[in-house]
């Protein structure tokens, strides 16, 4: 029988309870309210740029325009070369981030014994924590002559979207390798040993079971590594050049939307000119881009979502 000693003990013990709870629920609060205060910031702090900028220039020539120079005695606002190039330099890395990630998320998930899964995995996120300046001159000093000028000779220019893009993609590898390395884990082993007693091979449950089930989460993966590639900056500044160019030709230089930026801003731009607020237009434009990339994404997830019990 309690006595009532420790019935009240019991009834502080609930209450001090209680208000730890409300204390960390109001941490967890606000650390997500100051996340949405940051988003609200950097928008406003385009915003107001930016609109001066479209009080000068249309819109429709700024988004459809062949020619990119703002800074030039003639200027020209197409933004056009900027897009193309941010974009081919993206699929580039991509093209090569995801086999080689999705194969290592595979590997480590299903084939890899616990020992050596100890072993890899640290090793390759060790990869995403090497300096991006690191992995540029790389690019531009040993990968472009060393490698990309024996295979494609002259037509390589010394600045190309290809060096670029190929060594954007080996930093992006980590991202997606472990993000879905995560998410094919967490598939149930009810799912794989069901399989297994159908006589499903290794390869056949990895590729039919594990992969579909884990499909939100590898999708989730790959769209934070392409919003990585789409908003680097060192690696293309360095590696692809500083020259707008609308073409396809990943053996070309290009500007992509982050190097004009970087660029731009660390020069002597007056502030409140045309060309100080093609800076934030450009900002403004690729916020949208990865906003909308992320919104398709997430509503991609949301319908291949699989909740386990």
Known sequence: MATPSSSVSDVLGVARKRRGEQA????????????????????????????????????????????WS???????????????????????????????????????????????????KPVLELLAGVPTIVFGYFALLFFTPEVLKPLF?????????????????FMVVPTIASISEDAMSAVPGSLREGAFGLGG?????????VFPAALSGIVAAIVLGASRAIGETMIVLIAAGQQPNLTADPRESVETMTTFIAATAKGDVPVGSIGYETIFAVGTLLFLLTLLMNAISIRFVRRFRQVYE
Do not use: W
Not at 79 to 84: D, F
Not at 86 to 102: C, D, F, M, Q, R
Not at 153 to 169: D, K
Not at 201 to 209: G, H, I, Y
């Open 201 to 209: 091979t290794k390869l056949q449950v990895s590729t039919r079971v």
């Open 153 to 169: 000779g002259e037509p390589l220019a010394g600045f190309n979207a290809l060096s670029a893009g190929v060594i954007m993609g």
């Open 70 to 120: 703002p800074l030039f005695a003639d200027p020209e606002f197409g933004v056009l070369p900027l897009v193309t190039g941010t974009l081919l330099i993206s699929a580039i890395a991509l093209a090569v981030a995801i086999p080689i990630g999705l194969g290592a998320a595979v590997y480590l998930a299903e084939y890899a014994t616990p020992r050596v899964r100890k072993a890899v």
């Open 24 to 67: 960390i629920k109001g941490l967890l609060f606000l650390a997500a309210l100051v996340s949405v205060l940051t988003t609200t910031g950097i928008v406003f702090s385009l915003l107001e740029e930016t609109i001066g900028f479209f009080g000068e220039v249309g819109l429709g020539s700024f988004l459809t325009g062949r020619e």
